[in-house]
């Protein structure tokens, strides 16, 4: 069964510090997802990795993943307040094809 | 501009009452899904229809049901609502199982 676990579950920084949020998972996984929600809204798609060594880079963000490890990163850098919110991981079972979630990182940003 | 609508946003309800969920997307999205997200849990999968016609059972099935209307539509109901079932509940879709999914907004269901 496929369990995915995050760590730390909150997260509080100060502006400009870089930290990283780490994602495991217990079983094969064909893809991993990375999602940003802000309190009381939906989930947004940040990053969708494939395959081993895979990274993706968007702003002061990048994702990261080691299919071997089974262990994806998300690595925040020079950290602004914009950046406050929840983020998830979710892998997708190579078997079932259904997605599970991490518990979600919040991660707060202070001036 | 709308992507996936749920509604309703907001629902309070007794023990024991019925409800329906509903969730409608504009993508042309073939598969549907439906989570409920309760504090420290992240998301948790109820049920999903891969496609049109097929739904299918995800990691907490019990105490609700589905329906795949057409291609757009995907409802979920409660037949007999319990405080358990007290939770934000969203609805997504993708192009397929393996694509990224859309979420709607959320229901925040409570159930004195």
């Known amino acids: 069964e496929l369990k995915v676990e995050q760590n730390p579950l909150f997260l509080s920084m100060q502006e400009g510090k870089n930290y990283t949020i780490y994602c495991n998972y217990s079983?094969?996984?064909?893809?991993l997802y990375w999602y940003r929600q802000d309190p009381g809204k939906s989930l947004e798609s940040l990053f969708v990795l494939l395959s081993n060594g895979a990274v993706k880079q968007e702003g002061r963000l990048m994702a990261s993943l080691d299919t071997k490890a089974r262990l994806s990163t998300l690595h925040i850098t020079a950290a602004v307040h914009d950046l406050s919110a929840t983020y998830f991981c979710?892998?997708?079972?190579?078997?079932?094809?259904?997605?599970?979630f991490g518990q979600g990182t919040t991660l707060q940003v202070k001036p | 501009n709308a992507g996936v609508t749920q509604t309703p946003k907001f629902q309070v309800l007794k023990t024991g009452q019925s409800m329906t969920l509903q969730c409608a997307q504009d993508m042309n999205h073939n598969s549907m899904y439906w989570y409920r997200q309760d504090p420290g849990m992240g998301l948790r999968l109820i049920y999903y229809?891969?496609?049109?016609?097929?739904?299918d059972k995800g990691e907490v099935p019990n105490g609700y049901n589905v329906s795949r209307l057409n291609k757009r539509e995907f409802s979920l109901r409660l037949e007999s609502a319990a405080p358990s079932q007290t939770s934000v509940y969203f609805c997504?879709?993708?192009?397929?199982?393996?694509?990224?999914?859309?979420f709607g907004d959320g229901t925040r269901l409570s159930i004195l």
């Open positions: 079983t094969t996984s064909d893809r």
């Open positions: 997504a879709s993708s192009w397929g199982s393996n694509q990224p999914q859309h």
């Open positions: 979710a892998a997708r079972g190579s078997n079932t094809g259904k997605l599970i």
């Open positions: 229809s891969a496609s049109e016609g097929t739904t």
